[in-house]
C-alpha cells in the first residue's frame, strides 16, 4: 500500500496522526474516493472539485491546489504499482485540543491511501445484487462528503447483517440514495433520480451516468422516487465509485422487475463502460 501524510509519501504502517486531531475526535474533515480505469484516475476533476466544495461547505481550508492533487495521485498510483487502485483522500480540520468550536489558524491534517481495487465480479454485475429499505437519519448536509459516516456506516453493516449488497434510504417516503451509492429507478422507460442538494451526495458517477443517457436520448427526471416507485420499478440501478453502475434485482425481499438486471441498465452499464477505456 501507498501512503502520504502532510506533503510526503510513507509506509503505511508510519502514516500515523494525533489522537487529538479533530477528523478522530469529532469527524471534523472531507475525503474523495477515486478509482483509476486501466491505472488511470476516473474523472479527477469532478473528485477534487467536490473535495473543494466539501470543504468550503464545512469553512475548512483545503490547502492543496487542484494541480498538487492530480500530480500527488499519479504518484500515489505510480508508486504503487496495482492493476487497479483505490486512491482515498481526506482532509481533516487537524490537532487541538478538543473543543467543539475551533481556531482559525489550525494546520489541516492531509492523507492519502492507494489501495488495490477489487473490481465488483462479473457474475455479481451481471446477476445483479439483492438491497433493502431503510430510514435515512442523516444529517441536512449529506452534499458535503464529510468523514462523518456513522449513519452510512450503521446502514451498510445492516444490509451485511441482512445479507443484503445496498442499504437504499429513504427519507419521509423519498428515496434519497445509498449507504454508499446513488440509487437510480427506471419506470416507463425514464429515469428517476433524487435531484441534486443537501439531501444526497452528488455523485460523480450519477452524474456521468445521467450525462449519458440523455446523450442516448433517455428521459431523465431528476426528483425523488416514492417507496412506491422502488417497488413499481421495472428495474432499479446503483452507481457509485466502487459499484459502477449495478442492477438491484430484490428490494426487501420483492422482485425488482424481470429478477435480473434491465435491459435498460445493461445498456447504460456498457455507455458507461465505454468512457472507461
Ligand atoms: N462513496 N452516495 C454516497 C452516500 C456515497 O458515499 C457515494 C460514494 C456515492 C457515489 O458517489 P460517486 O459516484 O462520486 O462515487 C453516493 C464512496 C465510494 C465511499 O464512501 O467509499
Redesign the pocket.
Known sequence: EVAFLNGRFLPLADATVSIEDRGFQFGDGVYE?IRTYRGRPFEVAAHLARLDRSARAIQLHQPYPEARWSQLILEGIERAAYPESKIYLQVTRGAAPRDHSYAADLVPTVVMTVRELQPIAAAVKSRGVAAMTTEDIRWGR?DVKSINLLA?VLARQQAKQTGVYETILVKDGSVT??????VVVVRDGSLITAPEGPR??S????AVVLRLARDHGVAVHERYPSQGDLFAAEEVFL????VEVLGVVEIDGKTVGSGQPGRLTNRIAEWFSAQTV
Open positions: 474516493v449529506c452510512n440514495e445509498g449507504s454508499v451509492s446513488n444526497i451526495l455523485g460523480v458517477t450519477r452507481t457509485g465509485t466502487t
